[in-house]
T-cell receptor, first 114, second 109 residues
């Protein structure tokens, strides 16, 4: 079974702090994704990566950056956390070169910014 | 960006059949997926349609009509454990997938 793990289940940070969210997948998937999920808005894509050191902006990249130094690990960085970044963050991975491939999700990190 | 429309909430009786609709934008459309998410859980893949027609997987079926930019998820013989949120997701090429806002299904006895 594909396993996608995220570094924290719950996280509380203060406004202005730098926040790192880590995601690791164990199935040698090429593609990795970061979404945020908010009530009534569904899942919105922040960034994705189709290879090591490669990244592409999603629909809402502002205020975020990412890092993919190793194939299995994809990090989401909030350079200066703000209260409007309080949300559930979901990481996902998929294999292959087509967007039709099944995405496998991690359990999510619920981030609260005070 | 692309947007998908689906009802926000649906209620159905245990043992019944329920259909969750999804309309999408045609620009750069490759296919339509469906995901299930229980409260507090991660989304899990249910089905994918790239061509018109019905795909059946046990009690769940998914349908696509490319000419109508429309698809639906059909859940038969509803069980209480089917209470969850269901998301349609549009594949738009180059690994990018756009999710709908989700339909919260409540199954009642």
């Amino acid at each position: 079974d594909v396993k996608v793990t995220q570094s924290s289940r719950y996280l509380v940070k203060r406004t202005g702090e730098k926040v790192f969210l880590e995601c690791v997948q164990d199935m040698d998937h090429e593609n990795m994704f970061w979404y945020r999920q908010d009530p009534g808005l569904g899942l919105r894509l922040i960034y994705f990566s189709y290879d090591v050191k490669m990244k592409e902006k999603g629909d809402i990249p502002e205020g975020y950056s990412v890092s993919r130094e190793k194939k299995e690990r994809f990090s989401l960085i909030l350079e200066s956390a703000s209260t409007n970044q309080t949300s559930m963050y979901l990481c996902a991975s998929s294999s292959g070169g087509a967007s039709t491939d099944t995405q496998y999700f991690g359990p999510g990190t619920r981030l609260t910014v005070l | 960006g692309q947007s998908l429309e689906q009802p926000s909430e649906v209620t159905a009786v245990e043992g019944a059949i329920v259909q969750i609709n999804c309309t999408y934008q045609t620009s750069g459309f490759y296919g339509l997926s469906w995901y299930q998410q229980h409260d507090g859980g991660a989304p899990t893949f249910l089905s994918y349609n790239a061509l018109d027609g019905l795909e059946e997987t046990g009690r769940f079926s998914s349908f696509l009509s490319r000419s109508d930019s429309y698809g639906y998820l059909l859940l038969q013989e509803l069980q209480m454990k089917d209470s969850a949120s269901y998301f349609c997701a549009q594949s738009g090429g180059y690994q990018k997938v756009t999710f709908g806002t989700g339909t919260k299904l409540q199954v009642i006895p």
